[in-house]
């Protein structure tokens, strides 16, 4: 029997080692399913770590961002950023300008190409995940969303609070 078949008690009495494994590998098993189902040879050209800063610059669209916050806010370093983000750039996923409130600096959004590219994927990971969902009982699925907001709270939670101590220590 593989992982996803077992019950949730077998996931205690394994504990929380096992959990966040099947997590991590039914991320990854997401992520090869949705690459598998579109247009492979575009969702290829991007590395995990692009994804995620791409993700990243997605979700706080509030405005421009500057590649220090981005390197900041994801703990990797500055270089790091920049040369992902000079990638997503190069493929016309990302527009980068100079900050206009600091010249030496430079601001990234959302490429109107970038949003498109979005707007697929999410159509897809919708898809997907519909189809995958719609094999399970409507009260494990509203369950399975509570669990997992609560989880991403949580983590949200502490990773700013990580952030924060790193950021009062350095002053």
Do not use: C
């Not at 997401?30 to 579109?38: A, M, Q």
């Not at 050209?45 to 995620?52: K, L, P, W, Y």
């Not at 500055?78 to 000079?86: E, K, R, S, Y």
């Amino acid at each position: 029997m593989n992982d996803f078949g077992k019950n949730s008690h077998a996931a205690q009495d394994n504990g929380s080692l096992d959990l966040w494994r099947r997590l991590l590998r039914l991320s990854d098993l997401f992520r090869s399913v949705l690459k598998n189902g579109s247009d492979r040879e575009r969702l290829n050209r991007i590395t995990v770590n692009q994804a995620r800063i791409f993700g990243y610059i997605f979700s706080h669209s509030r405005g421009d961002i500057r590649i220090s916050t981005l390197a900041h806010d994801l703990d990797v370093t500055p270089a790091a950023a920049g040369q992902a983000v000079d990638r997503l750039v190069q493929s016309g996923l990302v527009d980068r300008v100079t900050d206009p409130t600091d010249r030496r600096a430079f601001v990234i959004s959302i490429s109107k190409k970038g949003r498109g590219h979005l707007e697929e994927y999410d159509a897809r990971a919708r898809d997907v995940s519909g189809e995958i969902l719609s094999r399970l009982p409507p009260d494990d699925v509203e369950t399975f969303d509570r669990v997992l907001t609560a989880l991403y709270d949580g983590f949200s939670a502490k990773w700013a609070e990580i952030l924060a101590e790193r950021d009062a220590a350095e002053k």
